[in-house]
């Protein structure tokens, strides 16, 4: 159980085009998904976390209108990299909490991340 | 803002060693999360300690938690090759996580 699903796993795009990118938690439901940006050999930056029903919250330094984020239902974010540029290129994870579930709301259920590059 | 920092190494071990990495911090925190990430693909949530727990375990693996040194340790004991991965802890407060820089380990067979 607990399994949180992205798509697509990998995308290459133009620079100036839009890409989106889904999780999906499939087999629980999650009020709360967070968005990960992670580049090579370094940690996770959390880049906001997103709330069904409301707006995401963003963390310092992501631009929301560059980076924007629907969670329209329990089981579902995405996010949209709008006019993609290179340095926009990355690998973007997310995560989705559980509800209902006390002994497992603390853990975070990762998806398996999303590849950009952008050329 | 809350930040869990792993010393950043590098660990090539011998299959059947055990491994051991630390992860710091600096502010206070609801718990405190080890994950393993292979490379290239998402991370695994391995174990979770809670601010008032100081040694966990789980399998092969051994958590401790000081948290007046504000400091964790992960152990992995009888290393395996499928352990290779790089692992992360990541500190919880205010609804968020914080990840540390992450420690490579590579078990060599």
């Known amino acids: 159980g607990a399994v949180v699903s992205q798509h697509p796993s990998w995308v290459i795009c133009k620079s100036g085009t839009s890409v989106k990118i889904e999780c999906r938690s499939l087999d629980f439901q999650a009020t709360t998904m967070f968005w990960y940006r992670q580049f090579p050999k370094q940690s996770l930056m959390l880049m906001a976390t997103?709330?069904?029903?409301?707006?995401?919250?963003?963390e310092q330094g992501v631009e929301k209108d560059k980076f924007l984020i629907n969670h329209a239902s329990l089981t579902l974010s995405t996010l949209t990299v709008t006019s993609a540029h290179p340095e926009d290129s990355s690998f973007y994870i997310c995560?989705?909490?559980?509800?209902?579930?006390?002994?497992?709301?603390?853990?975070?259920?990762f998806g398996p991340g999303t590849r950009l590059l952008v050329l | 803002s809350q930040q869990g920092e792993e010393d950043p190494q590098a660990l090539s071990i011998q299959e059947g060693e055990n491994a051991t990495m630390n992860c710091s911090y600096k502010?206070?925190?609801?718990?405190l999360q080890w994950y393993r990430q292979n490379s290239g693909r998402g991370l695994v949530h391995l174990i979770l300690?809670?601010?008032?727990?100081r040694e966990k375990h789980s399998g092969r693996l051994r958590v401790t938690l000081d948290t007046s040194k504000k400091s964790s340790s992960l152990l992995i004991t009888a290393s395996r090759a499928a352990d290779t991965a790089s692992y992360f802890c990541a500190t919880e407060g205010n609804n968020r996580l914080a990840f540390g820089k992450g420690n490579q380990v590579v078990v060599i067979p």
């Open positions: 502010t206070s925190i609801n718990n």
């Open positions: 995560s989705a909490r559980e509800v209902g579930r006390e002994d497992r709301q603390e853990t975070q259920y």
């Open positions: 300690i809670r601010s008032n727990e």
């Open positions: 997103s709330n069904e029903g409301s707006k995401a919250t963003y």
